[in-house]
DNA sequence: CCTACCGATCGGTAGG
DNA sequence: CCTACCGATCGGTAGG
């Protein structure tokens, strides 16, 4: 019986956020996937709401450790990043983030802001990447744009299954910035 | 003291279930919204659940009595339903649709069942529409592409309350069938 | 269309 | 890290 690891739980919550959203996942639901009573995860959390910092800043951290990103080709660097989110969109179906986005509300202030900064990072990243090869206003939208049609395309694999949306935002994000 | 409408109802839940979604609208706080005690939502309705088919159905209704969309110039009828949907969800930052795609689960299948042909439709209007101009798969794959800019540029509206994604997808959606 | 209630579950805490 | 509990709220029903 070895402790059970704050990351353990942490990654636990994502899945429950992701599939449930911020209501509908309970502290009971993650008590029992990680194997601890309820009791035991106001240890290492103060309450339901922390959790969400600590989901989304593990997603980001996942997303841009991709190798590749440190490449100083631009173009190299941007198409891991594209590739390593619609790849975790696919393979889960949904987006936690975009889940917590339309889930939390004034009630939860700290959510909230944990995830306006998940997306702003997403999209400062993604421009500082496209700063090489454009200007800084263009590289902004065009980063936005991306992450428009990416998080969109999670509707087609949560209502249909369908990775082809996606498959078709990867290729279009991409040929909109080797014109 | 007169009788309250099912519509004034199915409105009001429209409003909850955009906001907070299908788990955190609760059947109290629509019975607040107009003025019913509790009991007396299940007079009209059997459960929660049954509030989702008729919220999704009049929505859909709406977006598709815009007036230009019996046009016959193609063109005209397209713009008329994208500008139909990106001008609701500007007005009001979130899609109910969305918001139920990701939040019901598969103890909910009449709900989940609402949902995709919620959006199921969406594909087919807007394909029959630009039949018209092109074959019928690439309308298909147009008419989804479209959707899902449409409803990526949500979260910019969730998260930032920044309506300029939307207009960009809006521009990008049209100029798409145009060339 | 109401009052009054049901069992179940929620997030969170006391106390060890 | 646990047992045991708190008040609040959930969807839904009985009975009038």
């Known amino acids: 019986m070895t402790k059970v690891s704050k990351e353990k739980i942490v990654l636990e919550a994502r899945e429950l956020f992701r599939e449930k959203?911020?209501?509908g996942a309970s502290m009971q639901d993650l008590a029992d996937k990680v194997g601890l009573r309820k009791a035991s995860l106001y240890m290492r959390f103060p309450n339901k709401e922390a959790l969400v910092p600590e989901v989304l800043s593990l997603t980001l951290d996942e997303t841009f450790s991709q190798p590749d990103i440190e490449a100083s080709d631009w173009y190299t660097a941007y198409e891991a990043v594209v590739r390593a989110i619609a790849d975790s969109l696919m393979d889960r179906k949904r987006c936690v983030g975009f889940h917590l986005a339309y889930g939390v509300g004034d009630d939860t202030p700290i959510a909230k802001e944990a995830v306006r900064d998940f997306f702003q990072s997403h999209r400062d990243r993604m421009t500082a990447i496209l700063e090489k090869a454009m200007?800084?206003?263009?590289?902004?939208?065009?980063?936005?744009d991306a992450l428009v049609r990416l998080e969109g395309a999670?509707?087609?694999l949560a209502v249909f299954d369908d990775p082809e949306a996606m498959e078709r935002a990867v290729d279009a994000v991409l040929a909109a910035v080797r014109q």
Do not use: N
């Not at 200007?135 to 936005?144: E, L």
């Open 21 to 23: 959203g911020y209501v």
């Open 135 to 144: 200007p800084r206003d263009i590289a902004s939208i065009t980063a936005t």
């Open 154 to 156: 999670t509707l087609l």
